[in-house]
């Protein structure tokens, strides 16, 4: 029999912090349990679906024997969530029945054997680098609504990390838009690499990086990636297909330029979102010297326009958009303004925020 004890406080954490890549509901049963390795004063709590891999080691007020076992993970969670703060758990497991007592409490689980866990191979990185994590966190954070979702196109559904020398864009697209971001790393790999990564992973990041202070270590090879930050760590499969050739993609800055307040424009294509057709989202912009006009309509006959105050000394111009892909930008901008570069009204536009060198945005514009 097995046996080992640990305060309910030092389960709940990081359970609510993993427990998103737990299936419920999986073919294979062993994906909705979680691995627990036991060893002194430390746990090492391990989840995965094959694809992506979260581990966090936690240290434990009692001593324990070394072991490993695994317990079904949304379960646990929920028991945890329901004891009083300050509970001692000792768990008890034999052949495949694991004993929770908690107080007087006492809970009879399913355990599978540790052995079975699909846990990920070691193996050997090709790249090493490291990245502070409010700069992991804004490249992320600006690029990653611009990923497709499930196109068939599987390198669409990836967020590229290309890396040249000490420094690394993030670049996403789903061939209707594209946004990049940069930044300088604090250790470099000292080569160019290139690492195709899924949006599940990056979700996952951007979940627990909050929960964490220091920097993020990154390492990768042809097939998967490492991201490592104190007593967390998310291994990933790689997508093993060819990225666009993103820097084709990204427009000279052109002689038409279009400044506009981030909040006046969000406010106008809010209301003109409202009655734009359901299958294009699209609205047209109507520029004259200073001013911006936002129209849309429906097949219903309805329409909405609406006019704003803007930095725009050129001829007359008119394009349609997305809607949906404007707001997306507008989301993740902090800056007061964005700027517009057209070259012509059906090329594609540049979109950058006003005195930001390390973020852009590519848009098409739509025909109609």
């Known amino acids: 029999m097995t046996k080992v004890q640990l305060y309910r406080e030092e389960l709940l954490k990081p359970l609510q912090q993993c427990l998103n890549i737990a299936e419920k509901k999986s073919t294979l049963p062993i994906l909705s349990y979680v691995l627990l390795a036991f060893s002194d004063n430390a746990m090492l709590l391990a989840v995965t679906d094959t694809e992506i891999q979260l581990t966090i080691v936690v240290p434990l007020q009692h001593k324990n024997p070394s072991c490993r076992i ?16 300050g509970t001692l758990l000792s768990i008890s497991v034999e052949a495949e029945k694991a004993v929770v007592l908690a107080g007087k409490n006492r809970f009879t689980l399913l355990s599978l054997p540790a052995e079975d866990y ?24 600006k690029t990653i609504f611009a990923m497709a979702a499930q196109d068939v196109r599987h390198y669409l559904n990836g967020i590229l990390f290309n890396i040249e020398q000490d420094k690394l864009e993030v670049v996403t697209t789903d061939s209707h838009r594209l946004a990049l971001a940069k930044r300088k790393l604090l250790a470099g790999s000292g080569e160019n690499a290139r690492a195709l990564v899924p949006k599940n992973c990056i979700s996952e990041i951007l979940r627990v990086i909050s929960h964490y202070e220091a920097d993020w270590a990154i390492s990768f090879n042809e097939q998967q990636i490492t991201f490592s930050c104190q007593e967390v760590t998310i291994v990933s499969k790689l997508i093993n297909e060819q990225f666009v050739d993103f820097k084709k993609l990204i427009p000279r800055a052109g002689h038409t330029i279009l400044k506009v307040p981030c909040l006046d424009l ?5 209301l003109a979102a409202i009655l734009t057709n359901e299958k294009s ?12 006009k936002v129209t849309a ?35 993740v901008t902090d800056q007061k303004k964005l700027s517009f570069s057209f070259s012509n009204s059906s090329g594609v536009v540049l979109v950058q925020p006003e005195g930001v060198s390390d973020c852009l945005f ?7």
């Not at 989202?281 to 911006?292: T, Y």
């Open 70 to 85: 695994t317990l079904p993970g949304h379960k646990l969670l929920e028991i945890c969530k329901g004891l009083s703060e």
């Open 118 to 141: 699909p846990l990920f191979n070691d193996t050997v990185s090709t790249v090493n680098c490291t990245i502070a994590k409010e700069d992991l966190h804004y490249l992320l954070s």
């Open 266 to 270: 969000k406010q106008a294509l809010t």
């Open 281 to 292: 989202r699209g609205v047209r912009l109507d520029l004259s010297q200073n001013q911006l």
């Open 297 to 331: 309509n429906n097949p219903e006959y309805e329409a909405a326009e609406t006019e704003i105050e803007v930095d725009f000394p050129f001829d007359p111009f008119s394009v349609s958009f997305n809607v949906a892909y404007l707001l997306d930008i507008i989301a």
């Open 362 to 368: 590519v848009v098409m514009p739509l025909l109609i």
